[in-house]
């Protein structure tokens, strides 16, 4: 594992992040009766994902902030995967598109349990009292 200062720096933050841009940019040929609906849902869910990874960085001076943080990023990559599913299901998206995606959530979803699950490795250490 390499040094990691910035949320930034965090390949599942990276991949994420890359996923989000492509759903912005198929999610722009849905239909305008899905604006306020399946394309919002999912524009929203993909780039929250982001957002909970970086706010579990912010939080790992307390590991179960951290973990909480990262439960919500799951969170939204499960419901982005979800609406992946209507996506397709409605022909908005072709089979090649809705694999490729769901694959890439999948292993985001992956990168996350593991960060999740070794939060330790990606916390500080409570402060110990030194006058006991």
């Not at 965090?10 to 394309?39: G, H």
């Not at 957002?51 to 579990?56: H, P, R």
């Not at 179960?64 to 439960?71: A, D, E, M, T």
């Not at 292993?107 to 409570?126: H, P, Y």
Request: aromatic fraction near 14%; charged fraction near 30%; glycine fraction near 2%.
């Amino acid at each position: 594992m390499t040094f990691v200062k910035f949320h930034k720096d965090l390949v599942v933050y990276q991949k994420a992040f890359s996923a989000a841009m492509e759903i912005y940019t198929v999610s722009k040929k849905f239909p305008q009766e899905e604006k306020y609906s399946l394309t919002d849902q999912i524009r929203r869910s993909s780039r929250s994902v982001n957002a909970n990874i970086t706010e579990a960085w912010r939080k790992r001076r307390y590991e179960k902030s951290f973990i909480s943080k990262l439960n919500d990023a799951d969170g939204e990559a499960a419901e982005t995967q979800n609406w992946l599913d209507f996506a397709f299901a409605c022909a908005y998206i072709d089979e090649n598109t809705y694999l490729d995606l769901y694959k890439k959530y999948d292993e985001i979803l992956g990168m996350i349990v593991s960060m999740t699950v070794n939060a330790k490795k990606w916390t500080f250490s409570e402060p110990k009292n030194l006058n006991p």
